[in-house]
């Protein structure tokens, strides 16, 4: 009997997902969301609902460019058909208040965040992409479920903590392009499925004057067959629910608890577990 190794594919039985996460609710964003629309892409926005309306500006690297935030009411315009997130009221370091502190920050602009949307919000991103050990433990008290940190790992990798979600790299890495080609072969049967997840800041390609290069990476990654393009909050879901799958002694029958739909390939096989049902493997 061969060894086996239930592997996670996403909805439809796909092997490869797409995410971007693009943070502060800047003007800018209203030209990137646009890009990302046009080619049927979507991301999760993490917003500063304290800093709504504000108008400032970010010098980098000898350049001055707009950080203006969008008007409140812009918010559920511009972000139509994306994720809203949390990135703390005030853009606060978390590792560096107390406690309470991170908490209401936290708490604060979520609930903030949820009067616009009308639906409970669990993703972040940590403001600045730091934290403590304690910090997650805050999040979670928070009713968050993953929040997006800033380290590059420069692999296709899933979380197994998704209060410690590592992106692959950011839209400005030298990386980017021989990361795309990467992650678009094809797979072998052995490998497992994979992530594609870009973070930034949008204000960034007026600093790097590079628009056109993340509108080519848009032409390079959109309309893949075998991609699922989802935003944040939808893939942590999604691998929450094959994390909850609930097994037999023998693993022949499996049960799904969740409310979606989920897929596996066993064996060779590709197996879809529908929402309350049971499925019968290994026939």
């Given at each position: ?7 996670l ?17 800047v ?36 350049k ?59 993703g ?15 999040l ?9 940190t800033t ?38 049967e052995?490998d ?53 799958l ?8 499996i049960?799904?608890p ?25 026939e």
């Open positions: 009997m061969a060894l086996r190794r239930d592997f594919l996403f909805p439809e039985g796909k092997r490869k997902a797409v995410t971007f996460s693009y943070d502060d609710a003007t800018q964003d209203i030209r990137f969301v646009s890009m990302l629309n046009r080619f049927g892409l979507k991301g999760t926005f993490n917003i500063n609902t304290g800093l709504l309306g504000q108008e400032s500006w970010h010098t980098q690297n000898g001055t460019v707009t950080h203006n935030k969008l008007q409140p009411e812009q918010i559920l315009e511009v972000y139509s058909g994306h994720e809203l997130a949390v990135h703390g009221r005030t853009h606060l370091d978390l590792a560096l208040v107390p406690a309470g502190t991170a908490a209401y920050e936290v708490t604060a602009d979520r609930r903030a965040i949820e009067e616009m949307v009308k639906h409970p919000v669990t972040m991103a940590y403001p600045f992409g730091t934290y403590t050990e304690e910090t997650p433990g805050i979670k008290n928070c009713g968050i479920e993953y929040s997006r380290h590059s790992t420069h692999t296709f990798e899933i979380p197994e903590n998704f209060l410690f979600w590592d992106p692959t790299c950011h839209h400005e890495d030298p990386k980017l392009f021989s990361l795309t080609d990467q992650f678009l072969e094809d797979l072998e052995k497992k499925s994979r992530l594609f997840y870009i973070w930034g800041h949008s204000y960034e390609f007026d600093v790097t004057d590079t628009w056109e290069r993340m509108e080519e990476f848009l032409k390079r990654i959109y309309g893949h067959g075998d991609v699922w393009y989802a935003t944040n909050g939808e893939i942590c879901s999604y691998v929450r629910a094959v994390r909850a609930k097994y037999s002694a023998d693993g022949s029958y049960y799904n969740s409310v979606q739909d989920v897929w596996l390939r066993i064996q060779g096989k590709d197996y879809c577990v529908p929402s309350g049902e049971t499925a019968k493997v290994g």
